[in-house]
Nanobody
């Protein structure tokens, strides 16, 4: 089992950057594929980015491609989401997720086994 704790959210202006972190407990972090999702008020949870256990494969939602970057540091049990050129429509609660044995990045919520509590990102215009 793994526990996930997100951090790095906050209030920023359009065009700014933020880096989210997700720290995982346990010694087997390197065997988990990781993902970031987000949920805005009144909307369904949306896939943002995913990364394979090795970090060799990544995938992004269409709305963030070219602006967001996911990476991981297995030595620190942490996955990051670098968010650049933020827009007001990026405002949401951002969740980190983990999937055991993930050799690929995964886009569907149901493909993940564990979830963090979320961190709020608010982008003002």
């Amino acid at each position: 089992q793994v526990q996930l704790v997100e951090s790095g959210g906050g209030l920023v202006q359009a065009g700014d950057s933020l880096r989210l972190s997700c720290a995982a407990s346990g010694r087997t972090f390197s065997f988990y594929a990781m993902g970031w999702f987000r949920q805005a008020p009144g909307k369904e949870r949306e896939f943002v980015a995913g990364i394979s256990w090795s970090g060799g494969s990544t995938d992004y939602g269409d709305s963030v491609k070219g602006r967001f970057t996911i990476n991981r540091d297995n030595a620190k049990n942490t996955v990051y989401l670098q968010m650049n050129s933020l827009k007001p429509e990026d405002t949401a609660v951002y969740y980190c997720a983990a999937r055991w044995g993930g050799s690929d990045p995964y886009r569907q919520e149901g493909q993940y086994d564990y979830w963090g509590q979320g961190t709020q990102v608010t982008v003002s215009s």
